[in-house]
């Protein structure tokens, strides 16, 4: 009986990970014990944006941001524009891990977090993490130099 209770629980408190989301990814970037405040992201933004985009992406990326915060769901419904959209927000976030990890940042997302479709977001930030992630994805074997002396 006292397992079952355990599972039962177990289950309830999954369903409510899993109905309510995965924390965000800015979340997991912690110095100190402390979550990345909302000032330095919006910091590594700019100036990944200023450094990596050309000014028409940018400008892009302005406009449709604009559009988004109004009406998200009339940006949604125009799949060339949200697809657009999607890539320069990508870009920028894949891009201001290195400005997080400078600022002092490192990533440390539970295994549980990459396995509950967060697997990219995982592999492309192993490299700022604090405590390797080496455990969960191994890096690819190197070819090995011929050290026969032939």
Not at 11 to 39: A, F, H, R
Not at 133 to 139: A, D, K, M, Q, T
């Amino acid at each position: 009986m006292r397992y079952l209770i355990l599972l039962c629980f177990t289950l309830v408190l999954s369903g409510c990970y899993l109905g309510n989301g995965p924390p965000d990814e800015t979340e997991l970037w912690i110095k100190n014990g402390k979550k990345i405040p909302i000032n330095e992201q919006m910091a590594c933004y700019k100036k990944v944006e200023t450094l990596y985009l050309t000014k028409e992406e940018r400008d892009s990326l302005d406009k449709l941001d604009d559009e988004f915060m109004k009406e998200p769901f009339k940006l949604m419904a125009n799949k060339a524009k949200y697809d657009r959209y999607n890539s320069l927000v990508d870009k920028v976030s894949v891009l201001s891990s290195k400005c997080f990890y400078d600022l002092g940042y490192r990533f440390n997302a539970p295994f549980y977090w990459c396995l509950i479709g967060n697997m990219h977001i995982c592999k492309e930030n192993i490299k700022y993490s604090g405590y390797g992630l080496n455990y969960i994805f191994p890096s690819s074997p190197s070819p090995q130099e011929n050290t026969d002396s032939q």
